[in-house]
């Protein structure tokens, strides 16, 4: 069965960190490109990061860039997202994705997808 898993979210302050976790499960994790999204109450879901099975091609939303890092582990079927510098801007569930475009950057490229963590950054 397919399946995609995110954890570590939370309540933080602004200018805090956090790393969120994807475990991903029945090959999901072998696509092209597993990717993070998040939204807002009231908002579209929007691209974070993208990360290619081999880790070498790696993309940023600008909203997250020099701030958010993603990795992978491919021994542990892990994608990680950590995220530095939060602004309460960044609150939003946050979900891990697959996709069978390596390019992939919009919501309606990615197939799969987990059930979303909720990050709270308070000012």
């Known amino acids: 069965q397919v399946q995609l898993v995110e954890s570590g979210g939370g309540l933080v302050q602004a200018g805090g960190s956090l790393r969120l976790s994807c475990a991903a499960s029945?090959?999901?994790?072998?696509?092209?490109?597993v990717g993070w999204f998040r939204q807002a109450p009231g908002k579209e879901r929007e691209f974070v990061a993208r990360?290619?099975?081999?880790?070498?091609?790696?993309y940023y939303g600008d909203s997250v860039k020099g701030r958010f890092t993603i990795s992978r582990d491919n021994v542990k079927n892990m994608v990680y997202l950590q995220m530095n510098n939060l602004k309460p801007e960044d609150t939003a569930v946050y979900y891990c994705?697959?996709?069978?475009?390596?390019?992939?950057?919009?919501?309606?490229?990615?197939?799969?997808w987990g059930q979303g963590t909720q990050v709270t950054v308070s000012s």
């Open positions: 029945g090959g999901t994790f072998r696509r092209p490109a």
């Open positions: 990360i290619s099975l081999s880790g070498g091609n790696i």
């Open positions: 994705a697959a996709s069978r475009d390596l390019w992939a950057t919009m919501r309606d490229e990615y197939d799969y």
